[in-house]
């Protein structure tokens, strides 16, 4: 089946330290693969993409083919760093697929 | 700025009420989605639109339908509301094409007892 896996469900850290959440993806075509967060009491937003190849609040992520993998990274993670992160696939059929979620939690 | 507006933050309902969840965007977006997050689950796509009077199911239809008589109006309906359907709901929008960003609503929590 085609699916979006997010193994941790929670991964916390020290402020500084570096984040790293792991996104892997199950797509026999040709992926098209995205970060979204939700802050405490915010809305769900898009972080970035992988087709920009950008830097957003420092964090990026790279698309591994061989790996079928698209984690999410940033060298040092900073307190309002905190959120519920999902990664998120296209599908064929013009549809989002997200994974479970990984709550990150930076501690200061 | 685009805005994405749901009726609710909070609803509570009995089993077997029908359940009105509307949401509104302000920005002439072709594309309305609607999901359900649940811990431990993500998101999971409930009914999307790409057109007014259009509809296509996502991955968990099963309980639910949806309304588009206008552009910016996207409607969720549960016919006969259960406790399984006790969730967080999130409407969505976006512009066109599959990889355009999606636009969020701020969510409506439903509690069905």
């Known amino acids: 089946a085609q699916r979006v896996t997010q193994p941790e469900k929670l991964l916390s850290v020290f402020k500084g330290a570096p984040v790293e959440l792991k996104c892997n993806y199950s797509y026999s075509g040709s992926p098209e693969l995205f970060w979204y967060v939700q802050y405490s009491r915010q809305r769900l937003q898009l972080l970035l993409r992988?087709?920009s190849r950008e830097s957003i609040k420092g964090f990026t992520a790279d698309l591994n083919k061989g790996e079928t993998s698209f984690h999410l990274k940033k060298p040092f993670a900073q307190e309002e760093d905190s959120a519920m992160y999902y990664c998120?696939?296209?599908?064929?059929?013009?549809?989002?697929?997200f994974g479970t979620g990984t709550r990150l939690q930076v501690f200061p | 700025d685009v805005k994405v507006t749901q009726s609710s933050r909070y609803l509570v309902k009995r089993t077997g009420e029908k359940v009105f969840l509307e949401c509104v965007q302000d920005m002439d977006h072709e594309n309305m989605f609607w999901y359900r997050q649940d811990p431990g689950l993500g998101l999971r796509l409930i009914y999307f639109s790409y057109d007014v009077k259009m509809k296509e199911k996502g991955d968990i239809p099963e309980g639910y339908s949806v309304s588009r008589e206008k552009k910016e109006r996207f409607s969720l309906i549960l016919e006969s509301a259960s406790t399984n359907q006790t969730s967080m709901y999130l409407c969505a929008s976006s512009l066109g094409a599959p990889r355009d960003t999606q636009y969020f609503g701020p969510g409506t929590r439903l509690t069905v007892l």
């Open positions: 998120a696939l296209i599908l064929g059929d013009d549809k989002l697929i």
């Open positions: 992988h087709i």
